[in-house]
């Protein structure tokens, strides 16, 4: 089976212009995730999706920062306009629902990542 | 608030030697899961371990194990037998389980050098 699946793999673009990454969960997966991640900041949660609906985007740095999810296989994450400070590399991952199993454990809910666009806004 | 705390910034292990790398969490839940991820230089991020709060066993894969103490809140992450292919960065991450829809935070990492 395919892995999550992000694009572009990298990108560099000029301050002010629109950024969209990209992303294809795994099948059947139906939680995803946005990470940034700097080497000042570490591994930021910037949103995350439930279904296709947003539960939680407090960790969305500023109103430049959209997110969608309009089905299942496919997510965006925009930056406009974009900025120097949001060079990062970007993580979208998916997993399944992390609930009491039959046995009375957890079923993990494990993320499963992506291999990450690596941003640079000159 | 979940909180991931990882006070190890850095790390030098000598080669096959044992290494615990901390981890402390916080939270009021009492279902929640626990997670360590590995990333080497290359940059992906790989799923090594993984402990639910429900479980009474320490988790252990291959060379890694948890160490999970419920009580001090703490999930230091074991690696046995050190080889130089261990040395990358390492998060701790919780997944606390109120729904099916969670959020799950990581620490800030530890990067571990091991030397031959």
């Known amino acids: 089976d395919a892995g999550v699946i992000q694009s572009p793999r990298h990108e560099v673009t000029e301050m002010g212009q629109e950024v969209t990454l990209r992303c294809k969960p795994i099948s059947g997966h139906n939680s995803l995730f946005w990470y940034r991640q700097t080497m000042m900041r570490g591994l930021e949660l910037l949103i995350y999706?439930?279904?296709?609906?947003?539960?939680?985007d407090s960790g969305m740095p500023e109103d430049r920062f959209s997110a969608k999810m309009p089905n299942a296989s496919f997510s965006t994450l925009k930056i406009q306009p974009s900025e120097p400070r949001d060079s990062a590399v970007y993580f979208c991952?998916?997993?399944?629902?992390?609930?009491?199993?039959?046995?009375?454990?957890?079923?993990?809910?494990?993320?499963?990542f992506g291999e990450g666009s690596r941003l640079t806004v000159l | 608030a979940q909180k991931i705390t990882q006070t190890q910034p850095g790390m030098f292990v000598q080669e096959k030697e044992a290494v615990t790398l901390d981890c402390t969490y916080d939270?009021?839940?009492?279902?929640?899961?626990l997670f360590w991820y590995k990333q080497p230089s290359s940059g992906e991020m790989i799923f090594l371990i993984y402990?639910?709060?429900?479980?009474?066993q320490n988790a252990t894969e291959g060379r890694y194990s948890l160490n999970f103490q419920k009580a001090r809140k703490s999930a230091n992450l074991v690696i046995s037998a050190s080889q130089l292919g261990d040395s990358a960065m390492y998060f701790c991450a919780m997944r606390e389980v109120y729904s099916s829809a969670s959020k799950i935070i990581f620490g800030s990492g530890t990067r571990l050098s091991i030397r031959p």
């Open positions: 939270t009021s839940d009492q279902s929640y899961g």
């Open positions: 402990q639910g709060s429900y479980d009474e």
């Open positions: 991952a998916s997993s399944l629902p992390s609930v009491p199993g039959e046995r009375g454990g957890l079923e993990t809910g494990e993320l499963f």
């Open positions: 999706f439930n279904n296709n609906v947003p539960i939680d």
